[in-house]
């Protein structure tokens, strides 16, 4: 018998069997990956590749094994076939920057990226039904287990952190901290989602969702990443919106004897927080400046503007096919600091409408769907992805997209009433 991820007297345990061996695979490695991650600035001894790019590498190819042998018919939504227009357009211009850039960093980002499309065509075809989504959910909710002692034993026993706009933050072993604000609000919209879709609230129920709370909010407060604290913030307003708006009074409530008690308990750090992370782009607004000083987002204004120059100097056909990051390969991975900027820079003008077709295809799909919870399940993946585009690339981070391409998925077939094996 495998190796089961799912303990007997589990709802899933028999979902978990009938699925296939690419499909359990998979599981673990969104279970483990936190595990992983602590292996960031490790390199396999004697070539300059890291056991975290190794292990990615591992990923696409269970990923295409299990894309070559899930059994079934991928159904056509307006979805897959955007995704697909987009993917061509996209995977075009990586060969060409391969080609033209053929050394080891370059290649190790195309696989990187990659990874991303293959998650998307894979899920596609393997989602079948809403209890295949809950065992993604459900390896999302047990991986905070290895994360949250991992992160524990980072903030109590090495204790390192550093001196960052006024505050102090954990020097976490996940190496990135945008990683590990990723994972973290993936697992929050999780949590919400699954509040929202329960019939009966039960204890079990409301402690895990406390439990992922406090640890969520004292995970972000010592990393101090202000788009994933914002990320969560938002999730957390608009899950506000679903779940209290037949009960308003419940949410003054929560409001009063929660989140008052919080802000109190942190108010210092807020106060810090808040003027150094967002305070001079604020009072630019409420002045009614421009935001387009070079100082602003913390300098990504300036890079974003000096990258989008690069862009302008090309030439029509490049600027609407794509080519200017075969001249500048950063361009494709995190050199941006901004997802709509780095695949304008890959694919072009083309590229880009295409990609926001497909973002505005989800938000169809979302408005369309009577469910509340897979509604907001949409929604808050769309936001949060919108979200983190503007200053980070989470199309580009793996653990993020094993969340959102099945999510989007799941959006899509929903709202047409396509659900496989219905």
């Known amino acids: 018998m495998a190796l089961s991820l799912v303990r007997k007297n589990h709802p899933l345990y028999e979902q978990y069997l009938e699925k296939s061996s690419a499909f359990q ?6 279970m483990l990956k936190p595990l992983v991650n602590t292996f960031v600035g490790m390199d396999v001894i004697g070539i300059s590749i890291s056991i975290l790019q190794v292990f990615g590498f591992f990923v696409i190819i269970a990923l295409l094994w299990g894309l070559l042998n899930e059994a079934g018919q991928t159904i056509r939504t307006s979805t ?20 033209s850039n ?20 894979y899920y596609y075809k393997a989602l079948r039904n ?18 949250s002692m991992i992160f524990t034993y980072d903030a109590l026993f090495v204790g390192a952190y550093e001196r960052t706009r006024g505050i102090d933050r954990i020097e976490t072993s996940f190496g990135d901290i945008a990683t590990l604000g990723l994972h973290i609000n993936v697992v929050w919209i999780i949590t919400l989602y699954k509040l929202l879709q329960a019939q009966k609230i039960s204890s079990r129920i409301i402690i895990r969702t406390i439990l992922i709370f406090v640890f969520s909010v004292y995970s972000l407060i010592s990393i101090a990443h202000g788009t ?18 037949k009960n308003f009074f419940f949410l ?30 604020v009072e630019a607004l409420n002045a009614g400046q421009s935001l387009t000083d070079d100082r602003f987002f913390h300098g990504r204004m300036g890079r974003w503007q000096r990258h989008y120059e690069l862009f302008a100097d090309q030439n029509y056909f490049d600027q609407f096919i794509g080519g200017l990051a075969m001249r500048y390969p950063f361009m494709i991975g995190h050199g941006t600091h901004n997802d709509f900027l780095r695949i304008l820079f890959t694919t072009g003008f083309l590229g880009l409408i295409c990609y926001l077709l497909f973002l505005l295809d989800v938000l169809k799909n979302a408005l369309t769907i009577d469910a509340p919870a897979v509604r907001f399940l949409a929604l808050a993946g769309l936001s949060s992805l919108i979200l983190f585009s503007i200053s980070l690339t989470p199309s580009t981070y793996i653990d993020f997209n094993f969340f959102l391409m099945p999510a989007f998925i799941f959006a899509a077939k929903y709202s047409k009433y396509e659900r496989v094996d219905s």
């Open 252 to 281: 003054v409530f929560l409001l009063v004897f929660v989140m008052v008690p919080v802000f109190f308990i942190f108010e210092e750090w807020f106060i810090v927080f808040y003027d150094n992370f967002y305070g001079n782009e």
């Open 228 to 245: 994933s604290f914002a990320v969560f913030l938002g999730i957390s307003v608009l899950f506000s919106v679903f779940y209290f708006r």
């Open 25 to 30: 695979l998979l599981l673990w490695i969104i």
């Open 102 to 121: 053929s050394d080891l960093g370059t290649i190790k980002d195309f696989l990187k990226i990659l990874t991303t499309p293959v998650i998307f065509f």
């Open 130 to 147: 809403e209890k295949d989504l809950d065992l993604i959910f459900y390896a999302f909710i047990v991986s905070m287990i290895p994360l």
């Open 80 to 99: 897959y076939t955007i995704y697909i227009i987009f993917f061509i357009i996209y995977i075009f211009n990586l060969i060409l920057v391969v080609l």
